[in-house]
């Protein structure tokens, strides 16, 4: 499948470089002001298209959540969809440290607890969009509320 920088053909994005450091400067080379809307969109749109391209989007596939198991460190995968699921269900990590952990071939951070994945996205602006993880089924087993209750 071909990259998401495929369509700017005019930047040439370093493959295993982390995602928000290619996409930064893939912004400036767009003029893209950071926090813009168009930022966020695009934004939406790297994790989203990366994510797919490394672990697909068919939530009713099992190999892609065991695939899933074990990039995040996973080491007992389970045989079924569900058992993925509830594996899963305890392991908090960013989903743009799971693209990177694929780019860079660095193992994915886990965080302890939800707190400590909210803090540290906080921290580190690697927020992906909600409404943008919503429409890979994979996606959805990481999704957490960063702001507000």
Not at 114 to 139: D, V
Request: net charge positive.
């Amino acid at each position: 499948m071909t990259s998401w920088f495929a369509k700017y053909p005019e930047f040439e994005p370093d493959p295993v470089a982390p995602l928000l450091v290619e996409f930064s400067r893939l912004a400036i080379h767009q003029n893209w002001e950071e926090g813009s809307k168009k930022y966020r969109k695009e934004w939406g749109n790297c994790v989203g298209e990366n994510f797919t391209t490394e672990f697909g989007q068919n939530a009713s596939n099992l190999a892609g959540w065991q695939a899933l198991c074990i990039e995040v460190g996973i080491t007992d995968v389970p045989t079924s969809i569900t058992g993925c699921r509830k594996a899963l269900r305890g392991v908090f990590v960013n989903i743009v440290d799971l693209v990177d952990a694929r780019r860079t071939g660095t193992p994915v951070k886990r965080h302890a607890s939800m707190k400590a994945l909210r803090a540290y996205i906080k921290k580190t602006g690697k927020i992906y969009p909600k409404k943008a993880a919503k429409k890979n089924g994979f996606l959805k087993a990481f999704l957490i509320t960063v702001f507000g209750p």
